[in-house]
Nanobody
Framework: QVQLVESGGGLVQPGGSLRLSCVVS????????MGWYRQVPGQQREFIAA???????AYGDFVKGRFSISRDNAKNTAYLQIESLKPEDTAVYYC???????????????WGQGTQVTVSS
């Protein structure tokens, strides 16, 4: 069973920063891709960033340098650094990973439970 545990969300003042973490545990062969999405109630889940195991990254169209994804392959952990937070960044942030349970098999997608980020003074 693959599990994702996110942490690092909370209440932060405008202009502040946060680092979200996502730890993947369980039995698997590797994690080809780790990424982050966010969702505001009543809106579609929005892609923020993804990073493959080799280090390549992709970012969503709205990202303008304030978000940075990284991962520690040895710890099966992804991070999302968010700078200069704005009230409109308030959302639930979700970790999303592709996990290959066995070598030579297709990867499977998993979502974390989400962590709330609230930006308010």
């Amino acid at each position: 069973q693959v599990q994702l545990v996110e942490s690092g969300g909370g209440l932060v003042q405008p202009g502040g920063s946060l680092r979200l973490s996502c730890v993947v545990s369980g039995k698997f062969y590797n994690i080809p891709s780790m990424g982050w999405y966010r969702q505001v109630p009543g809106q579609q889940r929005e892609f923020i960033a993804a990073m493959v195991s080799g280090g390549g990254t992709a970012y969503g169209d709205f990202v303008k340098g304030r978000f940075s994804i990284s991962r520690d392959n040895a710890k099966n952990t992804a991070y999302l650094q968010i700078e200069s937070l704005k009230p409109e960044d308030t959302a639930v942030y979700y970790c999303h990973v592709d996990v290959r349970k066995n070598a030579g098999r297709p990867s499977e997608k998993y979502w974390g439970q989400g962590t709330q980020v609230t930006v308010s003074s």
